[in-house]
């Protein structure tokens, strides 16, 4: 079991940029397929990106893709979610997950550990 921890969320203004952080500890990812989720307020936990353990392979949720940005770097244990042009419509809880699985996944049963996730803030 690897233990994620998410930082870099808060208040933001509406076309501002951020960048989340997902780090591990516990044991290495670097054999985990990871991803980002986020639960907006009154919804259900959607899937915004993953990468397969390598990073060359990425996946998003369509229509994610142009402002969402997933990359990792294993040799720190750690994945992150580029948002660019934040809008009031991503105010959410962000959280990161990881899985044993082959390639990437959208399928939020296949990934077996998660963050306690973040809180994101957009103000208009």
């Known amino acids: 079991q690897v233990q994620l921890v998410e930082s870099g969320g808060g208040l933001v203004q509406a076309g501002d940029s951020l960048r989340l952080t997902c780090a591990g500890s516990g044991r290495t990812i670097g054999r985990s397929a990871m991803a980002w989720f986020r639960q907006p307020p009154g919804k259900e936990r959607e899937f915004i990106a993953g990468?397969?353990?390598?990073?060359?392979?990425?996946q998003y949720q369509p229509g994610m893709m142009g402002r969402f940005a997933i990359s990792r770097d294993n040799a720190k244990n750690t994945i992150y979610l580029q948002i660019n042009s934040v809008q009031p419509d991503d105010t959410a809880v962000y959280y990161c997950?990881?899985?044993?699985?082959?390639?990437?996944?959208?399928?939020?049963?296949?990934?077996?550990?998660w963050g306690q996730g973040i809180q994101v803030t957009v103000s208009s």
């Open positions: 997950a990881a899985g044993v699985v082959r390639g990437t996944t959208s399928v939020k049963s296949h990934y077996t550990d």
């Open positions: 990468t397969d353990w390598t990073g060359g392979n990425t």
